[in-house]
């Protein structure tokens, strides 16, 4: 590989680069939501065709919900397959953000310039790093690095619920030597960062039901119960005073980190003033003892991320609501099983709930148990290598607070290894209004790429 000639080829082609990932930020694929389908089919199918216009064998492939996007470039070299996904999150609250979201713009801001708009860091700028190195070899060399698989997904924003029976159904063409994915970000700006563990996920929700309907709060405020005031209870009891979870058998699976591993996250360039103060916060809120990383990356967590019931509108209405409603998510680590894990935390509600009062669950909700990569691979060593050369700065292996399912289907359905490189920054806002990606993030990005297929793809 013409390592120089392909940076310079990415250097000179950045513009252009930038036109294509606008074109595909303004295709409003938010996977969640029906009346976006036929646009989240439009996202799937600009892929294949730029995919194709670069020699992959690429193809749409239809699923119960939104179709994958898998392309193929035989070469010599390892197998390696790229996984990242074309699905965004909503834009909800939209007058929050300051422009269209899907009308993506290039503005100037105190840390330099950014792409604005829904997708641009979560997962659509850091899925075209990838295939705007291999464009750029390709450009420079007459073919395409190595023997490459790339497997794009239209559902991650949504509980991917066909991503499991896909990958079971096509075992043997997905199965490679090595899985990379870009859907993460470094641990601090200019820190290239390599995962070498994530987070599970569990998610749940319930609904506390009392009266048969809602009832006047005169004629029935204080002898009637109220789910509100019940559920408020129970929500406070999943805690205790030191920010630990209280529900009874939470932490069985739960490991500590190993003391070396501490000591390297101490010079990992984690700037813990920086991260707090882009959420406005001053301190940390989690359990007492850990330290913020700790926290992030080691610690599970019971999160409260959606409380309603009784009436939303203007004004007041002076009712007891009949109902009332809770999300909930769970962070996992370690060997702590998902299953286990919803079946103590719905006892736990369950043993609180007052005389006249029941509990209906959401039983369609999935869950994931955390990954840990196997670091000591060369290919880890290599790819840390090649982002210390690109970065000028030494690359750091980490762990991540975030929670990517595909991580652990890798290893539990394909035996493989999976490689977690992102050039995300926290202050991107995914997930928010006003999501955004550093320009030097998508460019060295591409750059970061092209360095690491040359060490590993040959």
């Not at 390297?264 to 003033?273: I, L, N, R, V, Y």
């Not at 970065?391 to 607070?401: C, D, F, L, Q, T």
Request: a negative charge.
């Amino acid at each position: 590989m013409a390592l120089n000639e392909v940076l310079t080829e990415i250097d000179t082609g950045l513009d252009a680069a930038m036109e294509r990932l606008f074109a595909l930020l303004r295709i409003r694929s938010i996977s969640t939501d029906p009346a976006y389908m036929a646009e989240t089919r439009d996202a799937a199918e600009w892929l294949v065709k730029e995919l194709e216009s670069l020699g992959f064998d690429a193809s749409l492939r239809e699923t119960p919900g939104h179709p994958m996007v898998v392309a193929h470039s035989q070469g010599d070299g390892p197998r390696l397959l790229f996984y990242g996904h074309y699905d965004v999150q909503p834009v909800d609250p939209l007058e929050l953000w300051k422009t269209p979201p899907f009308e993506p713009e290039l503005q100037d801001t105190p840390n330099g310039k950014v792409i604005r708009a829904r997708g641009a860091s979560d997962d659509k700028g850091q899925l075209m790093t990838f295939i705007e190195a291999c464009r750029a070899y390709k450009a420079v060399n007459g073919a395409l690095p190595g023997n490459l698989t790339i497997f794009l997904e239209g559902e991650e924003e949504s509980g991917s619920p066909s991503l499991v029976p896909f990958m079971e159904a096509n075992r043997d063409e997905l199965t490679c030597d090595l899985a990379l994915i870009c859907d993460t970000s470094m641990v601090s700006p200019g820190v290239p960062s390599i995962a070498g563990s994530l987070r599970g996920m569990l998610k749940d929700e319930f609904t506390l039901h009392g009266p048969r309907i809602d009832l006047h709060s005169g004629h029935y405020g204080g002898p009637a119960l109220n789910p509100l005031r019940e559920i408020s209870k129970i929500i406070a009891s999943f805690h205790d005073e030191k920010g630990r979870v209280a529900v009874e058998g939470f932490y069985e699976g739960v490991h500590e980190v190993p003391p070396e591993q501490l000591d390297a996250w101490k010079t990992c360039g984690f700037d813990e003033k920086e991260y707090l103060d882009h959420a406005g916060m001053t301190v940390a809120h989690g359990e007492t003892g850990y330290t913020t990383l700790e926290q992030q990356w080691a610690r599970p967590t019971l999160e409260i991320n959606g409380l309603w019931g009784g009436y939303q509108g203007a004004g007041s209405k002076t009712v007891i609501p009949a109902e009332a409603h809770c999300k909930i998510t769970c962070r996992l680590v370690g060997d702590m099983d998902p299953a286990e894990i919803r079946r103590k935390l719905r006892k736990h509600v369950e043993d609180r709930l007052p005389v006249d009062a029941t509990v209906t669950w959401d039983n369609d909700l999935d869950g994931a148990p955390a990954s840990v990569m196997d670091t000591s691979r060369p290919e880890f060593e290599a790819a840390r290598q090649a982002l210390s050369d690109e970065w000028n700065r030494e690359a750091v292996i980490v762990g991540m607070g975030g929670s990517i399912p595909i991580g652990y289907y890798f290893k539990s359905i394909l035996g493989m290894d999976a490689m977690l490189v992102g050039f995300a920054n926290d202050d991107d806002a995914i997930h928010s209004p006003n999501e955004k990606y550093d320009v030097k993030s998508f460019h060295k990005g591409i750059r970061s790429w092209a360095r690491i297929l040359d060490r590993i793809a040959k």
